[in-house]
C-alpha cells in the first residue's frame, strides 16, 4: 500500500518583543519609508536573552502536536531546519529541542539549507514516511537571527528577525499531503550570503570577531536576481512533477523575505498576488521559520483550508532554492489510542483475576459438590470469593 505524509499539525512561537522600523531608524542610517518601500517590512520580533532557536522550536512543536492530538511520546522523529543553530556545530538543535518536548523514542537531526531548509527538512521528512521507516515527524523551522546579524549593517540588520514554526506530518494511506519536491543548490554562488568566520575554515580569533565576520554577510542585489528566478523555477518545477499548472493551485506560500521579491516571481509565473501569502510586514524575513509561520497564518484565517493545493517555495544561502507540493489535510480522525504499560494497581489486578479464573476452572473440573454445600451466588463471583 503506497503511504502519503500528510500534515495534520501546525504550529508557531513568536518572541514578545517587537522592533520597528523607526526603532532601527535610531540606530542605524535608514527609514520607515525606504525599508517599507524597498522591503515591504514593517516590524520583526526580537528573541529575549533566554530565548534559543531550541525553545522557540520546542513551543511551536508543543502547539502543532496538539494540534495533530499527538503526544511527545508518539513522535519518531524530529528534523529542525535552521540558519542560526543554538550551537554551531554540535549538539543538533534537534537533540535540544527533544529534550525539551520529552520526545523519548524521537530520533533528531538538523538540516542546514539556510533559508530552504524548512522546504529540505519536509521533503526529507515525507521520504523517512513514504518508504516506512518512520510514522510521523515533526519537522520544526526556528530562527534567533537577532543574534547573528551585525546591528551596525543597515544593508542586512533591517530585514531579518526570530521566530520558530512547526509542523506535524504523519502517514496514512489516503493519499495527500507532501506530493512532489523540487530541490535545487547552486553553490558556485556561496558568496553571496554567508557568515565568513567561527566555522573549521575561518575559526573564532581576536581578529574575526575585530573584523565582525561572525556576523551575516550579502550581497543583497545578487541575492534578490537568484531569488527571483529561483522561486519561479522551482514553483513551475514541481507542479510540472505533479502534471499540474499554476491554475490547480489554490495559494502559493513564499519565504518571506521580501515583497519585491515575491511580485518578480508572480510576474513570472503570471499568477495574481493575491494568490501570495505575505507576511514579511510583521516578522520581516525568519530564515527557515518563514514558510510554517505565513502557512500557520494562512490556516488560521482560512485561507488555506483542508484539500486545498498548494506550493510551499524558499531561496537561501548556498545558494539553495526549493518547493514542495501539498494537498492540505489538517488533523487525521482520531484513532484509538495504544493501550499504555500498565501500572503495578493494573498488574496485581490482572494477575488476581488470572488465579481466580484458573481457581474457578479447578472448581468446574471438580465432581459436582455434595448436596449439603451452599450453592454459590452471582454476588460471591463477582466479588471474586466463589
Ligand atoms: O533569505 C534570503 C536573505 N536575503 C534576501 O532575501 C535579500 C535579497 N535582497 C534584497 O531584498 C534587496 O537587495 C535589499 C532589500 C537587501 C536591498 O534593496 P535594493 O533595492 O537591492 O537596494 P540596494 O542594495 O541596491 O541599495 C540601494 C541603496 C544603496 O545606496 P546607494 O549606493 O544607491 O547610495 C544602499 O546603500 O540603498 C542603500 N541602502 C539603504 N538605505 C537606507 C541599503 N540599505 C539601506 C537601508 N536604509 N537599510
Known sequence: MPRFAHITGWGIAVPEKVLTNNDLAQMVETSDEWIRTRT??????????????????????RDALRMAGLSPRDVEMII?????????????????????????????????????????????????????????????????????????DRNTCVLFGD?????????????GGVLASALHCDGSAADLLLLPAGGSRQPASEETVRKRMHYIQMNGRAV???ATRAMAHAV?????????????????????????????????????????VLNMDRYGNTSTASIPLAAYEAAQQRR????DLVVLVGFGAGMTSGAVLVRWTGPLPRRPRPRR????????????????????GKQEEKPPAPQTERPSTPEAEGSGQG
Open 40 to 61: 515591504g517590512i514593517r516590524e520583526r520580533h526580537i528573541a529575549d536573552e533566554e530565548e534559543y532557536p531550541s525553545t522557540l522550536g520546542a513551543r511551536a512543536a
Open 80 to 152: 529542525v531546519a535552521t540558519s542560526s543553530p543554538d550551537y554551531p556545530f554540535f549538539p543538533a538543535t534537534a537533540c535540544l529541542v527533544q529534550d525539551m518536548l520529552g520526545a523519548k523514542r524521537a530520533g533528531a537531526f538538523d538540516v542546514m539549507a539556510a533559508c530552504t531548509g524548512f522546504i529540505y527538512a519536509l521533503s526529507v521528512a515525507t521520504a523517512l514516511i513514504r518508504t516506512g521507516t518512520v510514522n510521523n515527524a515533526l519537522v520544526i523551522g526556528t530562527e534567533n537571527l537577532s543574534r547573528i546579524v551585525d546591528w551596525q
Open 163 to 175: 521566530a520558530a514554526g512547526a509542523f506535524v506530518l504523519q502517514a496514512a494511506e489516503e493519499p
Open 224 to 226: 534578490f536576481r537568484f
Open 236 to 276: 513551475q518545477e514541481v507542479l510540472e512533477k505533479a502534471g499540474l499548472t499554476t491554475e490547480d493551485v489554490t495559494l502559493i506560500i513564499p519565504h518571506q523575505a521580501n515583497r519585491r521579491i515575491i511580485e518578480a516571481a508572480a510576474k513570472q509565473l503570471r499568477m495574481p498576488m493575491e494568490r501570495f
Open 304 to 307: 488555506l483550508r483542508p484539500g
Open 341 to 360: 504499560e500498565p501500572g503495578l494497581g493494573q498488574r496485581l489486578r490482572s494477575r488476581w483475576q488470572a488465579l481466580r479464573q484458573r481457581f474457578q
